[in-house]
């Protein structure tokens, strides 16, 4: 099914119902994640250096490897160094990362849609990190959904722009760089200037130096660390390495998504996007979801899918709802374009003694705000080292539970996107969440339940859990057969209208 | 301006208005604003809010009204941050409480400040009844 | 914001959106270096096996082996060219727009003086012997290159030189505070070790006729060089106390004690003047260099212009002797000079000097070398003299080549070059010296890390004039070597970053299990997704798009 060799971003397929399974059996019996997260007798061992609970503490003057200098390696230092100042521990925290975020183009990104999510926003705020301008590219207010069956715009009610679009690099190939600062290199300068040394080294080999973590770069360099932070997303081969070197880790099962970015100008873009993203859910197979979203000069399209490929991409941009919002009809020639690995699974034990797996190379939200789930790794981790100690088991019941958390949410997750899916196969039910949504943006006052529920899925503002259960309420679902009944009751009459709309 | 995150507020235009009920918080992303608290019919200017700070963070810990007017000084940019984004977030990691925390130890910081400034000026009045401000209020801070 | 807009109109266009992949090749480019040295010397691929040790698991010493045999397949001089070359490669190193150019001469004479220590014998090509023998006239470093090529394919080699020495200008003309005799002697060894047989005090031509050595050997080189020093045709140049220069240097460099007097005068702007002038100061004399154009057009190299300014030498340019007046005894009493005028620019851009008219003046001098230029001295080569003019160097005379500055004025790495391709012609062999069909690679400066180049350290000008013989400067220590050799980009040819192989989300990048510097990772076309990725992560350019 995929062309894909290469051990670490083979995205091993896990069926749907298999997973909707694992979610019923974990949702039914929670004493069954003691057993496959990390067993609690696997912990066991620990105890003989229980008594001396100072070594899995950080100490003053202790190395902190971070493999990665992406979203979750650098808020992780951040957060790490800050707390570790008020507690008055002086300790080094190196960031390896051979990324240069000023390159224009792939060399320089970390490659994604670049929508950091409403709330991730509003928590980097409180946080205190604050987005300059140079960065967000664009604030996001609204979202236009479309549907072979027509579009609708899906407004906040707050007049109040809270997705920010960014770049994660230094803008597409060939952009000129001057007014862009990228995502991930704010962060990471954050990091610096929080105290955390960058070295622009490429980590080729993990292995253990008597039970302390030691990594080898490209160029030879060799350490050994007291604290080893894989923060390397899927979107590399080390994960694939560190499967082989012999610590117990597997890789998070992936799958090849897409993104590319569109030179509109920044006046067309005002023009024909202003301030929304466009998402699609369109019959088209292996595709599962798709969005523009509009930067300064440049759109961005993603799409998210079964192993997305050329032909995909090329169904997709011709397809006539996408062509209808490109001036002229018809995207121009990409100017960037990149095939990155999605993940899709979480490790089963994203953690051993001394080392700690955050990010997408941990867990990642299914689909939407990954950014977001690294934040909360990255976070979790480093109040786990920080307050309790580096062993496997304080990882195991300070840190894990926030990865569970998003694990467990991501089994939920495939439930409303398996709802999408089968919104996407079946013309009738189409019509129907159109037909509501257009009815609650017109009406004043409206109470918004089904723009509220596409608004959450599509920007992944909140858990799929809060989602789920607003879609199981009995007025959403009372409001949906009708609409059911009433959009498909006057299709004969309606129909050539719609499908004559571009 | 119009395409950043947040929402715009002109000069002189409230962001949060005293007696109000709130749900939210705040985070200045751009410009300044003044916290303006009245009593007994008078404004009075008691802090200065900048790019970063965080306010209006009672309405997140208990459900009462704002306590003052934040007023945008220049053009500022705002972004709110809702109460149960917050909540749900703190459930999970308390060490978030901090920043708040942060806030208010500043607040109370500056207050304290604030009060032996007012307790010095008192007693210069008392001992000195004809300087000082008549209605013993910082002077400097007065509308 | 500046960008061009579309307008609507611009692209109401019916065809399809068409996926355009963007895939690599791997596709060695052509290292400038190695471009602008003359003797084609693969620089960037000896150093990779030292750069590159930790990827191959060499031991230095295998690395330095390895990067020394690559060094002498093209010229067996390392420590001599090391330290006397203007090495012109670094003037087209990638690097300089960084953080200046690699010290190529630095890494050569440190690689160099280690193969001496260690007692290095140079490689053979051939084990097996041939019949034919070969006859070279000249030992200088065109016929030594020659020699040494023909010995390492089997030849039987003999060398002749009317010298008592081999080395030529490098021994009698380039002073030993810049080359030590030993380093020259050590190097010369070890072409004599391969076998080739030296006969020294031999003038061809007249002690020995060409038909003579024709009649001998089957192959026959000659690398003359220039040995007669050219005069000026101005009054009082014929007598004492005038020399040219590669006389003057000749007789100082054998050791004979040459009375200056107070004042030395150069004419000249070349090596050779140099070497005078410093030479002349380490005699203890005042010098004064006189030179026709301005001092930014003295074709010396940079460093020795510098050496001579820190020894006290003074330079006058835009200056040419008239005359030079001598008292009744014949002695030597000074110069009449013309002051010149920058005049107008030739084809070659370079200034022809007018002489402005009654603008002379006297200069007081007890002693004059004028080291303008030299030629060929063909007596008794009469008839091979037509093919120096020749531009291929084998026409008359299918079995007798000729290289060095005897086919023009040059510097000893394009001598050393001639020699090789003489022999490699004669051998029938495609050039190994140019990449001529290689592109010069597109290397992304900004992906390497930054780092200072290496800086020779150098004796002060005092002690330098109080022993004439030492060193100028000295060889780089092993630790400046590791990390001179570290700032090398290897322009256009893979040197195991891995980055390709990282980030390639498509896995169309394999280890090698053979890989090495040049090429670490297969790549699989058919896995490639075409996202360009790759290109623009690989930093010396080996991978371009397709
Ligand atoms: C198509 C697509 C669209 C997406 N869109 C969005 C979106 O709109 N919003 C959102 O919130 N999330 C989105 N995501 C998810 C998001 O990209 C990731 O969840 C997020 O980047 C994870 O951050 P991270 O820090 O864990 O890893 P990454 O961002 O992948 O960073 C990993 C870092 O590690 C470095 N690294 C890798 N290997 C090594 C090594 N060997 N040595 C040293 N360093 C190394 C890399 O250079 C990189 O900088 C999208 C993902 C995809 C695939
Ligand atoms: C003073 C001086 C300084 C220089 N400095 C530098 C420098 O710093 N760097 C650099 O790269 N180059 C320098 N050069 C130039 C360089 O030395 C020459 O380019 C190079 O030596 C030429 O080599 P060749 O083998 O062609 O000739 P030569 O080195 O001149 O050798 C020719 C040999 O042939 C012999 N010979 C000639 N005729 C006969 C005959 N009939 N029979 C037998 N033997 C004969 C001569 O004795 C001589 O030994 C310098 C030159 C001079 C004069
Ligand atoms: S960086 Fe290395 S390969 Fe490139 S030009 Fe300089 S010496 Fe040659
Ligand atoms: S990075 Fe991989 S997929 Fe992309 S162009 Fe290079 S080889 Fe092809
Ligand atoms: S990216 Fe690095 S490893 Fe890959 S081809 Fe280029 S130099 Fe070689």
Redesign the pocket.
């Given at each position: 099914m995929h062309d894909t060799k290469d051990a670490s971003t083979k995205p091993g397929e896990q069926g749907h119902e298999k997973v909707e399974e694992e979610a019923v059996r974990i949702l039914t019996d929670p004493g069954s994640w003691a057993k496959h997260g990390s067993g609690t007798d696997e912990e066991g061992p620990r105890s003989e250096t229980n008594g001396d609970s100072d070594n899995w503490k950080l100490q003053p003057g202790n190395r902190v490897a971070v493999i990665g200098g992406g979203p979750a390696g650098s808020l992780f230092s951040q957060f790490l160094l800050k707390t570790m100042a008020h507690l008055d521990i002086d300790i080094d925290v190196e960031i390896y990362e051979p990324r240069d975020f000023n390159f224009c183009g792939p060399a320089g990104c970390n490659h994604c849609g670049g929508v950091v999510s409403e709330s991730l926003i509003q928590i980097l705020g409180t946080e205190g990190v604050v987005l300059p301008e140079e960065v967000v590219q664009r604030g996001i207010d609204s979202y236009v959904m479309h549907m072979d069956v027509g579009s609708v715009r899906i407004e906040t009610p707050l007049q109040e722009k809270r997705i920010a679009a960014v770049y994660r690099g230094n803008g597409p190939r060939q952009s000129e760089p001057a007014s862009i600062a990228g995502f991930d290199h704010h962060l990471i300068s954050l990091a610096r200037s929080a105290g955390a040394k960058v070295r622009q080294q490429m980590v080729t080999e993990v292995d253990l130096d008597e039970g302390r973590p030691r990594i080898t770069c490209a160029d030879g360099h060799r350490q050994t660390y007291d604290l080893l932070v894989v923060a390397s997303g899927v979107n590399s081969a080390l994960l694939g390495l560190i499967e082989k070197s012999g610590l117990e880790f597997k890789a998070p099962t992936a799958v090849k998504s897409f993104v590319a970015e569109f030179k509109l100008g920044a006046a067309t873009i005002e023009r024909s996007f202003g301030t929304s993203m466009h998402v699609f859910l369109l019959d088209i197979p292996r595709l599962q979801f798709a969005a523009l979203i509009p930067k300064g000069e440049y759109l961005t399209l993603v799409m998210l899918g079964d192993d997305v490929d050329q032909e995909l991409v090329e169904s997709f941009l011709n397809a006539p709802e996408v062509r209808s919002c490109f001036p002229g009809n018809r995207p121009p020639d990409n100017a960037c374009q990149c095939f990155p690995r999605l993940n899709l699974s979480h490790v089963r034990r994203p953690f051993a003694d001394r080392v700690v797996f955050i990010g997408d190379s941990g867990v990642a939200r299914l689909y939407k705000d990954g950014i977001g789930s690294a934040y909360r790794t990255a976070k979790a981790a480093a109040n786990c080292v920080a307050l309790h100690g580096i062993s496997a088991r304080d990882f195991h019941y300070h840190y894990w539970p926030a990865c569970k958390k998003i694990a467990i949410d991501n089994l939920l997750g495939r439930c409303v996107f398996g709802f999408c899916h089968l919104l996407q196969k079946l013309r009738f039910a189409r019509r129907s969440v159109m037909r509501m949504t257009v009815i609650e943006q017109r009406t004043e006052g409206a109470i918004p339940h089904m723009s509220s529920v596409l608004w959450d899925v599509f920007t992944g503002s909140a858990p799929y859990r809060e989602v789920l259960f607003r879609t199981l309420h009995p007025f959403f679902l009372g409001r949906l057969i009708w609409n059911l009944l009433a959009a498909n009751a006057w299709k004969s009459g309606r129909r050539n209208r719609e499908l004559s709309t571009p | 301006m119009s395409d950043l995150l947040g929402r715009n507020y002109q000069p002189g235009e409230d962001i949060v208005t005293e007696g109000e009920v709130g749900d939210c918080m705040y985070v200045i992303q751009q410009g300044s604003a003044e916290v303006i608290r009245t009593e007994d019919g008078v404004a009075t200017v008691v802090d200065t809010m900048v790019a970063g700070d965080l306010f209006g963070e009672m309405a997140i810990l208990e459900h009462t009204v704002r306590s003052s007017t934040v007023r945008a000084v220049d053009p500022v940019r705002a972004l709110t941050i809702d109460r149960k984004t917050f909540l749900r977030r703190i459930q999970e990691d308390p060490s978030l409480a901090l920043s708040i925390l942060d806030v208010m130890c500043r607040r109370v910081r500056n207050l304290d400040t604030t009060i032996a400034h007012l307790k010095h000026q008192l007693a210069e009045l008392s001992a000195n009844p004809e300087g000082g401000s008549p209605d013993g209020s910082p002077g400097e801070n007065a509308p | 914001m500046k960008s061009e807009e579309l307008t609507e109109t611009d692209r109401t266009d019916e065809a399809d959106f068409v996926f355009k992949p963007v895939r690599p090749v791997q596709s060695e480019g052509q290292a400038p270096c190695q471009l602008n040295c003359p003797c084609s010397t693969n620089i960037r691929d000896w150093i990779a096996p030292i750069a590159q040790r930790e990827h191959t698991g060499a031991s230095l010493r295998e690395a330095y082996e390895e990067a020394w045999t690559r060094i002498v397949d093209h010229n067996p001089f390392p420590a001599v060219?090391g330290?006397?070359?203007?090495h012109p490669c670094e003037s087209g190193c990638n690097r300089i727009g960084k953080d200046g150019n690699v010290s190529v001469s630095a890494l050569e004479r440190f690689l160099g003086d280690w193969a001496l220590e260690q007692k290095l014998r140079l490689p053979r090509l051939d084990r097996e012997s041939r019949d034919e023998s070969v006859a070279v006239?000249?030992?200088?470093?065109?016929?030594?290159?020659y020699a040494y090529q023909m010995a390492r394919r089997g030849y039987r080699v003999k060398v002749?030189?009317?010298?008592p020495e081999?080395?030529?200008?490098?021994?009698?003309?380039?002073?030993k505070y810049?080359?030590p005799r030993s380093v020259l002697d050590a190097e010369i060894a070890r072409i004599t070790e391969l076998g080739v047989e030296l006969c020294l005090g031999?003038?061809?031509?007249?002690?020995?006729s060409l038909e003579e050595l024709k009649a001998d050997h089957q192959l026959l080189f000659?690398?003359?060089?220039?040995?007669q020093g050219r005069l000026m045709n101005i009054p009082g140049e014929n007598g004492a106390s005038v020399w040219v220069?590669?006389d003057f240097?000749e007789r100082y460099n054998e050791g004979h004690a040459l009375s200056l007097g107070e004042h030395l005068v150069v004419i000249g702007g070349?090596?050779?003047a140099?070497?005078?002038a410093r030479t002349g100061r380490r005699s203890g004399a005042r010098v004064t260099v006189l030179y026709r154009r301005q001092l930014e057009e003295m074709p010396a190299?940079d460093s020795?212009i510098r050496h001579a300014r820190e020894e006290g030498v003074d330079f006058e340019d835009l200056a040419t002797p008239l005359e030079i007046s001598r008292d009744a005894s014949g002695a030597l009493r000074g110069l009449t000079v013309q002051r010149l005028h920058p005049g107008k620019q030739d084809d070659d851009g370079r200034h022809v000097p007018q002489a402005i008219p009654g603008d002379t003046y006297y200069l007081d001098a007890s002693a004059v070398v004028i080291?303008i230029s030299?030629v060929?001295?063909?007596?008794?080569?009469e008839d091979a003299e037509s093919m120096a003019g020749a531009e291929t160097t084998r026409q008359p005379d299918s079995r007798l080549t000729l290289?060095?500055?005897?086919?023009r004025?040059?510097?000893?790495?394009?001598?050393?070059a001639?020699?090789r391709k003489c022999a490699e012609q004669a051998r029938g062999e495609p050039p190994n010296s140019l990449l001529a069909d290689k592109t010069l690679p597109t290397v992304k400066v900004d992906h390497y890390a930054g780092a200072d180049s290496v800086n020779l350290t150098e004796a002060l000008p005092d002690e330098r004039l109080l022993s004439p013989d030492l060193e100028t400067s000295h060889t780089i220590s092993e630790n400046e070597f590791l990390a001179e050799v570290q700032r090398c980009l290897s322009c256009g040819s893979c040197l195991g970053c891995y980055q390709c192989w990282m980030y390639c989300n498509a896995g169309s990048f394999t280890p090698l299990e053979q890989g090495g510097p040049g090429q670490y990772f297969s790549f699989d076309s058919d896995l490639c997704e075409g996202c360009g990725k790759c290109i623009e992560l690989c930093p010396c350019g080996y991978l371009s798009p397709k």
């Open positions: - | - | 060219m330290r006397i070359c203007p006239v000249g030992a200088g470093p065109a016929g030594l290159s002749f030189d009317w010298h081999a080395g030529g200008m490098l021994r009698y003309g380039v002073p810049r080359l031999v003038r061809i031509g007249t002690d020995l000659l690398g003359l060089g220039t040995q220069g590669t240097l070349g090596n050779t140099i070497d005078v190299i020795e080291a030299q060929t001295d063909w007596t008794g080569l290289g060095g500055d005897v086919l004025l040059g510097i000893a790495s394009q001598a050393i001639e020699g």
